[in-house]
């Protein structure tokens, strides 16, 4: 039996709260960059994974660090670099001698946030170790399959590409994050106010947790019963078919990415407080959640994400809105 609108406005009611204690928690520590911030709260309700792009040294790793630190769950931090193997990620076959057998060592995918740093600094063969941990929350080893911890989300972040030692993602793997963004500079008050509480240390070193893992289960549970009303799932997905009909993308949006889309606006509408999807919801976080699922027609003719992007947001405005 499906839960009565009553139901769910109490339940926002918590959830909204929920989200509250988490945003303040990280605003202690993470300052100038409130949009990542909030990026980040839409994957964890959404459980979709994250994708930031940034130069080094703007607060990336520090806010993933912090949002599991808020959340007292499990947490890994895997550099990655063109020496890195599949197995340095999802873990090995040892033997032990004193038993005469091999043993399963979990590698640091075992967690429940995993942050891929640098995630395009190792080649794809080792970045591909992480599709199957993305798509169903599992590893095979040797013919042998490890569930993940749940909730289990992957943040990863990314130089631009025109930094030496990069590699370009495969789309396949584009395609299992829910959200790519980016990251600016600050504004030079926000700076300022960096100076100012980072001058004794690291305030995330002494982060406490303010919420569980039941209450992050519990607010993933909620945003998949947030009200999509029909027609604004009619617009949603007229803005994924005018993707695959845009003769500037050679590929469109998927049917995965076209559901990632769905869960993503409930997960923002959670976020705002509401316990519906409004068409805001869905302009909002069409570029951040679409762009980087398509191929566009000057890929390989030196045409830069701001223009896909561009383009993308272009798209948007000219599908129709319901009323």
Request: net charge negative.
């Amino acid at each position: 039996m499906a839960p009565s609108v009553e139901a769910i406005r109490k339940e926002v009611e918590a959830q909204s709260k929920f989200v509250s204690r988490l945003r303040d928690q990280m605003a202690r520590v993470i300052v100038g960059q409130q949009y990542m911030v909030d990026r980040l709260l839409v994957g964890l309700l959404a459980n979709g994974h994250v994708l930031i792009e940034g130069v080094p040294g703007l607060a990336k790793t520090t806010a993933v660090k912090t949002l599991a630190q808020a959340m007292n769950c499990s947490f890994s931090r895997l550099q990655f670099t063109p020496d890195l193997l599949p197995t340095d990620i999802t873990g090995s076959m040892i033997y032990r001698s004193d038993i005469r057998e091999f043993e399963f060592v979990p590698g640091p995918v075992f967690a429940n946030v995993l942050l891929a740093d640098e995630i395009n600094r190792a080649p794809p063969r080792t970045q591909s170790a992480l599709l199957e941990a993305m798509s169903e929350g599992q590893v095979s080893v040797d013919g042998t399959t490890h569930s993940l911890p749940e909730p289990f989300i992957v943040v990863a972040t990314q130089n631009p590409f025109e930094f030496e030692g990069t590699y370009s993602l495969p789309e396949s793997q584009m395609d299992r994050f829910l959200i790519r963004t980016s990251v600016g500079y600050p504004q030079r008050e926000m700076e300022r106010d960096v100076m100012r509480t980072h001058r004794l240390g690291e305030p995330v070193d002494g982060l406490q947790p303010v919420v569980s893992l039941d209450q992050v289960r519990a607010a993933q549970a909620a945003a998949r019963e947030i009200r999509f009303d029909d027609l604004l799932v009619e617009y949603l997905l007229d803005i994924v078919e005018e993707t695959r009909n845009n003769e500037y993308f050679r590929v469109g949006v998927s049917t995965r990415g076209a559901l990632s889309f769905y869960r993503g606006c409930q997960a923002r509408a959670i976020t705002e407080g509401r316990d519906h999807v409004i068409p805001d919801d869905v302009k909002q976080l069409a570029v951040p959640a679409l762009a980087h699922r398509v191929v566009s027609e000057g890929l390989f003719q030196g045409i830069d994400r701001t223009s896909v992007e561009q383009r993308m947001e272009d798209l948007v405005n000219h599908v129709k809105v319901p009323m």
